[in-house]
């Protein structure tokens, strides 16, 4: 079974964010003070997400990303990875982390069969990744690096590229494809850090290939798979590649085969919808797994063509309240 959105895009890719709580304070992502968390009872439980992978793999959904908040900092999170892969349909987990508190779970993840990880990483400089993450974790963040990739693990760096920051660490970290079979990854920035200030630090997906295309002119796309938000591009000599993810042009919604499940269960079918419908009220209110089914396939269908679409459906005040964190990005 595949299942199909209004514009015949097969959404079978949901992402979950597992908590909104984070040991980190990435300014795009939140203010230094935080966040107001939900309250622990607000946000699904491991047994109403392994019930919905459920029906979402009867449904056709074959992947899924866990992230947050920081997925490793919520209690047990290796109990739900172990779930998950008891569950027929979803057989590779994806996992997003910040890769401070998860070198003790590597064994576990490999023994998951949990062999690629996305990890953020916007510097190579200790100083300026203080002052993003308002945090002294750097040092902790590189090893997670060395070790995932002695042990193998297929990884994806993801670094969030904002002008006046950090734009002078987009070649030492498109460096590291160099050596490393690794794909990193660049990011707009995105209007979701909690309280979004207007005079933004937005550094287009355009300049970014500019920068790099300046200094590795064999820059070549690849070609991409089914549902690719980044745009992926190979250079001589390197082992690994580099991607770009116009998350603030949004040039991919015609691709989009996601749909997102919050901390607090609310279902988002665009990350620029505003939150669209509580799928933790609806299971809470006693219905059956057919009826989640319908519900799902009713909001894929309401799906916006895309993230313009859905940004001008929505209050904008709302969006930009919003922190990545709670979204689960
Ligand atoms: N804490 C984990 C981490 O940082 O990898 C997982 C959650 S984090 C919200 C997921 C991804 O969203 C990270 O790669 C982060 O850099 C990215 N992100 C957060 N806020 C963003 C924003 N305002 N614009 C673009 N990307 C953002
Ligand atoms: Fe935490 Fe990830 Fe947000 Fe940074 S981007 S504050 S690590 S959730």
Sequence with gaps: MQIKDSFDRTIDYVRIGVTDRCNLRCFYCMPKEGIPYEPKADL?????IIRLLDVLGNLGFRKVRFT?????LRKNFITL????HQLAHFK???ITTNGTLMTQHITKLMELGINSLNLSLDTLDADRFKKITRRDDFKKVIQTFHTLIDEGFKLKVNAVVM????????LPLVALAKQHPVSIRFIEEMPFNGGYKENSTIFKATDIFKTIKKKHVSLSPKIGKHGDTSTNYSIDGFIGDVGIIPAFSRTFCDTCNRLRITPKGDIKTCLYDGGTYSIRDYIRSGVTNEQIASKFMELIKLKPKDGFVAEKGTNKS???EESMSSIGG
């Design 163 to 170: 002008k006046g920051i950090n734009t002078q660490d987009i």
């Design 92 to 94: 590779n987990i994806h």
């Design 81 to 84: 990875l172990e779930k998950t």
């Design 44 to 48: 699904l439980s491991y047994e109403e």
């Design 318 to 320: 709302l969006i930009r």
């Design 68 to 72: 947050g908040g920081e997925p490793f």
